[in-house]
């Protein structure tokens, strides 16, 4: 099964909101022939249009491969949340690596979202980013254990941005009866995925990157001169880039022995009536405390984009409006009888303790991927690691790559088996509330 086009047609974007509300780039040909590059990168999403376009700053000639169009996978669907620290929080990094590391983890964090509005400011970027991000508690223990960190987060990290919302709060600033409370970081943020993408590869072929679309990679071959093949030409480069994600397949196994795709969905309401916001007064974003998150924000036109519910197969569900509005009604009773105009599917990537999986294959092979529905940021970050590192500068790479993420258990065979079973078992955590 190839996920590349199990879901979706060759060289179409998804229909969805965010295709319909961006400024499309021109079609950019497919690979034909033999070519050479200082650098190939392998995938067209935030990472691989971020090295490219920070590569190609330093003087690289840069050359990026993308089996659709630029921006066509989980770059170009998600939640567009720009989130503040890991994917993990910082307790348990505490715990795993030591408080010197956990700290340099959260600097690269902030680094992330500096950024992203660094790089939208610097190529006027037209992607509607906004500040704030909500955390939403659907218990009290929730709320507590949340008003903890945040109060940690103030006081051992210095991040002032953040604070408390008891139940009241929540409910004036969201508008939803289901929460008890949570906290609001003024320091993150939301955006138009598919635009923020596109954005930064318009920015990077006007750097001079060659973008080759609708070129499948089928074929990688390491050694001195790394090539990339696809069915109508190959790439011969000083050094490769692996910026799959969840659409890497077959092409690495190390890196896919550590990084599992997942799908996600999101709808889109029709516009909200203005005249009485009954549902997120404040426009800002939110995640709650779900172990399968909802997630949800306000359009620069006045819908309600959710997300919500991942299923355990590869393939997309017949009817994903059907499986969205269950928590997109439980959480917003009020929203029952408007329409769902839009309703989409993506491939993301997870890894085992939910940190992203950076690694160097060879000496000039690097890969980062797996962000586990936190890579808006950390994403674009990789990036700008990847090609430090491909320069010889690779403090925040070697940083992220120390982290040594784990093999999925089961092999090749029952890895995904194994998945299935555990993400089961924690939705059915999520439908029974404890």
Not at 188 to 213: D, F, S
Not at 308 to 323: C, H, K, L, Q, T
Not at 325 to 330: A, D, E, G, N
Request: charged share 20%.
């Amino acid at each position: 099964m190839n996920l590349l086009t199990e879901n979706d047609q060759q060289g179409q974007y998804p229909p969805s909101f965010y295709a319909d509300t961006v400024s499309h780039l021109p079609l950019q040909p497919p690979l034909k022939g033999e070519h050479k590059a200082d650098v190939v990168i392998v995938g067209a999403g935030f990472t691989g249009l971020s090295a490219a376009l920070h590569l190609a700053e330093r003087g690289y000639d840069v050359a990026v491969l993308d089996a659709h169009r630029m921006g066509f996978g989980a770059s170009g669907r998600n939640g567009g949340q720009v989130g503040s620290g890991q994917r993990v929080e910082q307790d348990r990094l505490e715990k795993t690596y030591g408080l010197d590391k956990a700290r340099q983890l959260w600097g690269l964090a902030e680094d992330a979202k500096a950024l992203v509005r660094h790089l939208i400011t610097t190529h006027d970027i037209d992607c509607h980013y906004r500040d704030g991000i909500a955390h939403s508690c659907w218990r009290q223990s929730e709320v507590d254990e949340d008003h903890r960190y945040v109060e940690k987060l103030q006081r051992e990290y210095n991040y002032e941005q953040i604070e408390p919302l008891d139940q009241n709060a929540m409910y004036d600033m969201i508008g939803s009866p289901v929460y008890r409370g949570g906290s609001i970081d003024h320091g993150a943020g939301h955006l138009h995925p598919l635009a923020y993408v596109l954005g930064l590869g318009r920015a990077a072929l006007a750097a001079g990157v060659r973008v080759y679309e609708n070129s499948m990679a089928t074929r990688i071959i390491e050694g001195k001169k790394p090539s990339v093949m696809t069915d109508q030409g190959a790439i011969h480069a000083d050094h490769l880039i692996l910026a799959c994600n969840g659409y890497l397949g077959a092409l690495n196994k190390p890196v896919a022995r550590r990084v599992m795709p997942i799908n996600n969905f999101i709808v889109t309401t029709a516009p909200l009536d203005t005249e009485s916001p009954s549902v997120l007064a404040s426009d800002i974003a939110v995640a709650d405390s779900k172990f399968v998150l909802n997630y949800f924000r306000r359009s620069h036109d006045n819908r309600l984009i959710f997300g919500g519910g991942e299923n355990v197969s590869y393939r997309f569900p017949a009817d994903i409006r059907a499986m969205v509005s269950k928590p997109l009604h439980t959480v917003f009773p009020q929203l029952k009888d408007v329409p769902l105009d839009y309703a989409w599917g993506g491939t993301l990537a997870i890894t085992v303790n939910r940190m992203p999986c950076f690694m160097r294959l060879n000496g000039n092979v690097l890969s980062a991927s797996g962000y586990s529905g936190h890579g808006v940021a950390m994403a674009t970050l990789a990036g700008k690691l990847l090609a430090e590192a491909t320069a010889g500068v690779s403090e925040g790479f070697d940083c992220m790559a120390g982290l040594n993420i784990p093999r999925f258990p089961g092999g090749d065979l029952l890895r995904w088996p194994s998945l299935v079973i555990g993400m089961n078992w924690y939705m059915l955590r999520d439908k029974l509330g404890f």
